[in-house]
């Protein structure tokens, strides 16, 4: 379970608080939606609850923040600024690696991870920049997926692609997070509301406006 009690935050050099009191909580494989204006939170929010304080100042947080970041993913808007290598099999062997795979398994765990997001390549040591928008997307799943996460994390991971990858990537996170708790943050929710069970909105300060199952939400607004 992620859980943040009376959560409020104050960023170093802003003068208003973010986040009045948030207290909020996610159950095991919940699939929750988080909305809300730009500035409102969300992807600070996303890095409380995986564990990750980033420069705030004020953040009394109720949660076992070890547990939490030991079994985590993360998925941002660019994938190329979290590859950590050049070439497509060695980015999840990095991952596998860290995770003390032996070596001998290496290679088909890698074909294994990229299978799973619908990446057969014909020659898996590719340079990831020959990749187009939605498979390095896709690769960065994998790559996170590669890490055996408990909680999937995706910050507006379509933010960058075009309607094709942007289609791609939905319908890979609807194939592999099904036994995963996964909180979303994303602006364009047409392919996102097929995957969640939940959306949470936050207000211009933070302030949690409404909460519930997606029919619910929208039939209100
Ligand atoms: P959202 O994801 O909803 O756009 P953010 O969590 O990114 O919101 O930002 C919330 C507020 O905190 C914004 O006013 C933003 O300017 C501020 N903020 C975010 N990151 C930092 C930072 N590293 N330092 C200072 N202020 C920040
Ligand atoms: P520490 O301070 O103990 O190194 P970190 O917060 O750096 O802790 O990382 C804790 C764990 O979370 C590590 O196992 C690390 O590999 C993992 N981790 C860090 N950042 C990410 C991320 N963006 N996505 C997935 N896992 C991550």
């Not at 608080?17 to 600070?44: A, Y």
């Not at 991971?157 to 996170?173: E, I, S």
């Not at 708790?181 to 949690?208: C, F, M, Q, S, Y």
Request: charged fraction near 25%; charge should be negative; hydrophobic fraction near 45%.
């Amino acid at each position: 379970m992620l859980e943040v009690k009376n959560l409020r935050a104050k960023y170093p050099n802003e003068t208003s608080l973010l986040f009045k009191d948030v207290s909020l909580s996610i159950q095991q494989g919940e699939k929750v939606l988080l909305v809300g204006p730009s500035g409102s939170g969300k992807s600070t929010l996303l890095q409380i609850l995986a564990g990750l304080i980033p420069d705030v100042i004020e953040v009394p947080i109720k949660a076992d923040k070890r547990k939490i970041s030991e079994s985590y993913g993360m998925v941002f808007q660019d994938p190329d600024a979290q590859f950590c290598m050049p070439y497509v099999d060695e980015e999840i062997a990095f991952v596998l690696e860290n995770r003390n795979i032996p070596q001998q398994n290496m290679a088909s765990l890698i074909s294994q991870y990229l299978d799973r997001v619908g990446l057969q390549l014909a020659d898996e040591h590719v340079s990831i920049q020959e990749l187009s928008g939605g498979m390095k997307q896709r690769l960065a799943i994998a790559s996170v997926l590669a890490l055996e996460p408990e909680v999937l994390f995706l910050d507006e991971p379509t933010a960058m692609l075009d309607q094709v990858g942007t289609k791609q990537v939905w319908d890979t996170l609807k194939e592999v997070s099904e036994d995963k708790t996964v909180v979303i943050v994303e602006h364009k929710i047409d392919h996102v509301l097929p995957l969640v069970d939940r959306v949470i909105i936050l207000d211009e300060i933070g302030a949690i406006v409404a909460d519930g199952e997606p029919n619910d939400i929208f039939s209100r607004f």
